[in-house]
């Protein structure tokens, strides 16, 4: 194939390196108001009272919203297809605060130095409450964090909010119980994952303003503007039609930016003063006013017979939501439904519960509940494997599904695609399991230990993800492919251009992209749940097979042949016989300007009803000091199956971008709150995200498979590569001494103390 | 206060206020590829040369730039293209928001360093953040452009 298989740059990467101006930030008007949010020192109180007067007075200051002034629609920031899973709890503006950060005035002013100056000069008074801090606690606990009567949710979720809890989950097949009684061997252990910080490069921002038709315009560093969209309808009650929204380059998200950030607050003020306003949180407000990963604890059981096949599979889990329930039950749900289809056991159950507490709420982050399930299950697996005395490897390749299996998740339809035990396999060579496996002395206190562990992701969310496309002939014989779908970095705009060129038989140049614009593109959920590769491609991919078809159809007209005598060949449609032939170009300015009067678009709506598994064996080699108890990664092994590889060297650099924010999460990455709930963890000072240093050797491959439902075979690969770090370096840690770190992350201190504790045993 | 700088060979006398820092100079008057990012001096996507030295420019005041001699990304474009041709072929800008302030601590190094092992590069561009790409595909672009330069 022409384009797809091929490393081709991103087709913005020149600009983007260069530092031209296409971020938010670069485009916003000058005179834009500066929108700053006053928010709560405490983790649950009620404004007793808010004077503004003085502020107002202030020279720039152009307003000065409280929760007098926004509108009474509670909503969700979470950018999710509607109706949202997520529960509308939240006011622009309330008297209750919730978390330390949660927001309690809005001001515009001519520019930061002014709205700064009238923050200060706000005065609130709070009637403080005893803050749910501890989400082991929450459930039951005397402070409820959403008392109001008006909260409600689209549809059952197992809300209690009397009781603390969002969102519970169920999900079982086959008798666990019963399995779990005739086991041979059991595996029975609590794990705990902690909330992880986003830290893309570029903060939260937006700029808003009206148009010629007093529409509102927001630019938005967003992943989901479809969502965003549909958030500030509700949000500010008015309706979508009068509302537009724009992304245009964006400086990462990583799930972050599948939440809203600050874009109601911008639009009210530009609603409110009729002027354009941008809002951008710094890092602070990024770190402790936005969301992080759900920190959770489950609890695993797990049963096998003496041959090591795993008979039995029990997930409880809890998860803490924070203040607000952005995708509490959907990130409940997904630490089941990306783990318990990977082993093929007889019975599987998941049950769980989301909880409300007084901090930061949590949100999307790339993973979604897999990665934190994935620490759970792999690392009982390991134990598992070490009880049965058996290889780790060897029980995985025992018990993992495979091709032609079904998946509990979808019983009517067989797995289409996997690649996982050449991945196993592959993986054990690449890193020396044979020689290293399981431990090594390398200096008088270092030793060095390897770990493994085995993860799948989804494609898309099944029967709800729908994308559509559209290519048109432009009438001097290019294209131009809209699409909804939000390239954050990722290089969706390229690998989609590829696509379309490879069924178009054109080159990259022929095509302009154009994403993502609510009054222009078509619709799509925007990018996260690993759904652009795999839903936008099919789109993409039928849209121009649509086009293609036309085109021939029109050409073989001029000809004045029937379609089945004619063929399109890159730039021209030629009669089979070869005796004619039409120029793309002229097919096109016929159509659009001439006597054909009919400018051909190709269109598709694609969504599936499953969401085929991209599957990742990582392999981690760790040293660990023997003094000190510090565990460094020297090498990782990270061997992928995300079908078809569209373009490797971005699909590599996605890989290896995952694995190392999954090496932050095994070993420093941690958002900590002292005891009244504020967040200590709040810059980078504080907040260790991996330099160039920390990372060591990670070493991608791929081992290719075709996903019959695919594009071109494609499956997706964006999140399914943070979800191995964690729980192979917490095995490799215990193979290195004997402590197994259950509470990620596994720090100096935690290994020190568990090798002090064996030492007393 | 007034103050004299030249910006990419380009002398200017603008007015800034006391507590003013460079990176927002600089936006103001129009570089937009300073980019910031940490507000505590430890992102490195603010990266400009004073003096022709890699400097967080978040984290000097303009008027402590008085006098000197400033260089943006605007004001290095072919070199950054030549750059910016290997790094993404690695595919390792991604989001790319990092990417100015990297590539100029990158054509820095190449100045400064003659034939620079991996650590030393990796030490040398250790102060540049990046959360999308892991490192490892701008450690191999790094190699390959000063493998072409050479």
């Given amino acids: 194939m022409k384009f797809v298989g091929q490393s081709i740059s991103k087709i913005d990467g020149m600009a983007l390196v260069t530092g031209k101006p296409v971020y938010t930030d670069d485009i916003a008007l000058k005179n834009a108001l500066v929108v700053k949010l006053l928010r709560s020192p405490y983790a649950f109180a009620k404004i007793k009272s808010i004077d503004t007067s003085k502020a107002e007075q202030l020279d720039g200051v152009e307003c000065i919203l409280t929760y007098k002034d926004v509108p009474q629609a509670r909503f969700t920031l979470a950018g999710q297809s509607y109706p949202e899973p997520s529960p509308y709890d939240r006011l622009i503006l309330e008297d209750i605060v919730r978390y330390v950060g949660d927001e309690v005035a809005i001001i515009a002013a001519v520019d930061e130095k002014t709205a700064l100056k009238a923050m200060k000069l706000i005065k609130v008074e709070y009637e403080v409450f005893e803050p749910v801090l501890d989400f082991e606690k929450a459930i039951g606990h005397t402070s409820v964090v959403h008392p109001e009567e008006n909260l409600s949710t689209n549809f059952e979720i197992g809300l209690q909010k009397e009781k603390n809890i969002v969102a519970s989950h169920r999900f079982e097949v086959g008798d666990v119980d019963g399995e779990l009684a005739q086991c041979d061997v059991i595996v029975e252990e609590t794990y705990y994952t902690q909330a992880q910080a986003h830290a893309m490069m570029e903060t939260y921002r937006t700029f808003t303003y009206l148009d010629h038709m007093g529409r509102l315009v927001a630019i938005s560093s967003t992943q989901v503007p479809f969502h965003i969209r549909r958030q500030l309808a509700r949000a500010l009650q008015i309706p979508a039609s009068k509302i537009r929204v724009i992304k245009p380059r964006i400086g990462g998200g990583f799930g972050a930016k599948q939440t809203g950030g600050g874009d109601v607050f911008a639009a009210l003020v530009t609603l409110k003063t009729g002027k354009p306003a941008k809002i951008i949180y710094d890092r602070q407000e990024t770190f402790s006013c936005t969301t992080s990963r759900h920190a959770m604890r489950i609890k695993v059981k797990m049963g096998a017979d003496k041959e090591g096949l795993i008979k039995a599979l029990e997930l409880q889990v809890l998860s803490d939501t924070g203040a607000y329930g952005e995708h509490a039950s959907t990130v409940l749900g997904c630490v089941g439904e990306y783990t318990l289809p990977l082993y093929k056991a007889k019975a599987r159950r998941i049950t769980g519960h989301a909880v409300y507490t007084n901090k930061m709420p949590g949100g999307a982050f790339r993973g979604y509940g897999a990665t934190q399930g994935t620490f759970a299950v792999e690392s009982a697996v390991n134990k598992l494997a070490e009880k049965l005395g058996l290889d780790p490897a060897a029980v995985r390749l025992r018990n993992i599904v495979k091709a032609g299996d079904t998946l509990i998740n979808y019983p009517n339809h067989p797995l289409g695609s996997s690649t996982l035990d050449q991945c196993i396999l592959k993986g054990q060579e690449l890193i020396g399991w044979k020689d290293k496996y399981p431990v090594r002395q390398v200096a008088p206190n270092k030793v060095r230990a390897l770990g493994m562990a085995v993860t799948m992701q989804g494609s898309g969310i099944a029967n709800i993800d729908t994308s559509t496309a559209e290519i048109r002939l432009n009438d001097d014989g290019n294209f131009t492919l809209l699409i909804g779908a939000t390239d954050m970095g990722t290089g969706c705009d390229t690998i989609l251009t590829q696509m379309a060129a490879e069924v178009l038989e054109t080159s990259m140049e022929q095509i302009i992209v154009n994403a993502a614009d609510t009054d222009i593109s078509p619709y799509d959920p925007g990018s996260y749940a690993s759904s652009t590769t795999y839903v936008a491609g099919m789109a993409v991919v039928k849209a121009a097979e649509d086009l293609k078809q036309q085109i021939l159809a029109q050409g073989a007209r001029y000809l004045e042949v029937s379609a089945q005598d004619a063929e399109l060949d890159g730039n021209v449609v030629k009669t089979l016989k070869g005796d004619k032939e039409i120029s793309l170009y002229q097919i096109a300015e016929l159509s659009v300007l001439g006597t054909g009067r009919q400018q051909l678009v190709g269109h598709s709506t694609y969504g599936n009803e499953i969401s085929p598994p991209p599957f990742v064996a990582g392999f981690a080699e760790v040293e660990v000091d023997l003094e000190t108890g510090k565990a460094e990664l020297v090498d990782y092994v990270a061997v992928v199956d995300c079908g078809t590889v569209i373009n490797p060297s971005l699909a590599r650099v996605q890989t290896e971008g995952g694995i190392a924010q999954g090496i932050g999460m095994a070993l420093y990455e941690d958002v900590r709150y002292d005891q009244k709930g504020r967040m200590q963890t709040n810059s980078f000072m504080q907040y260790k995200i991996p330099c160039r240093k920390d990372i060591g050797t990670v070493r991608v491959f791929f081992e290719s498979s075709f996903e019959p439902t695919g594009p071109f075979g494609a499956k997706s690969i964006g999140e399914v590569v943070a979800n191995t770090p964690a729980p192979a370096i917490a095995h490799a840690v215990y193979n290195a001494v004997g402590v197994r770190v259950q509470s990620l992350p596994i720090t100096p201190e935690k290994v020190f103390m568990g090798m002090q504790e064996l030492a007393r045993l | ?150």
């Fill in chain 2, 1 to 150: 206060m007034l103050i004299n700088l030249s910006i990419n060979g380009k002398d200017v006398r603008i007015d800034v206020a006391k507590d003013e820092f460079l990176a927002d100079t600089l936006r103001a008057q129009g570089f937009l590829s300073v980019k910031k990012a940490c507000d505590t001096s430890c992102c490195g996507l603010c990266t400009i040369w004073i003096d022709g030295k890699p400097t967080l420019s978040c984290s000097v005041l303009s008027i402590r730039a008085d006098g000197k001699k400033l260089t943006t990304i605007e004001g290095l474009q072919q070199e950054a293209a030549e750059f910016a041709e290997v790094l993404t072929a690695e595919g390792a800008e991604q989001c790319g928001f990092c990417s100015p302030g990297f590539t100029m601590t990158v054509l820095a190094m190449k100045s400064e360093l003659k034939n620079p092992s991996d650590d030393e590069i990796v030490h040398y561009l250790t102060g540049n953040l990046c959360r999308c790409t892991g490192y490892m595909g701008q450690l191999r672009a790094v190699k390959k452009y000063l493998e072409v330069l050479a």
